[in-house]
């Protein structure tokens, strides 16, 4: 299950709004990434709702709030995370391969002593 595609399910059931599908609380229940959003999203409301309580709030703000926050684009740093995996598997496969040559070699050299 992609996390990304399902981020405004997995946010709308931290509020309360939705129940969501079996499928979906499951993947919830035993992914960290879909827990961590639940969690930064009911703390989100919390804090929105000490500060309603403080500061009179218009009607709608708070959904627009909400909106802006669904539609900020995080996708750079996904990629950015993901490349980063990648560049250090390259190293350590490279890693491996120059060690596994470099004891190839000194085996060769010291069948040839």
Known sequence: MQCDRNKRQVRAMARGEIIGSLKLREH??????????????????????????????????????????????RSPAIARRQRSKLAGMGVVALALLIGIGSRSSRRRASRAS
């Open 28 to 73: 919830a229940r035993n992914c960290l990434r879909c827990q961590a959003e639940m969690s930064r999203e009911r703390r989100l409301q919390r804090e929105l709702q000490g500060l309603r309580s403080e500061i009179p709030v218009p009607d709608g703000v708070l959904n627009r709030v909400l909106d802006t926050i669904d539609a900020l684009d």
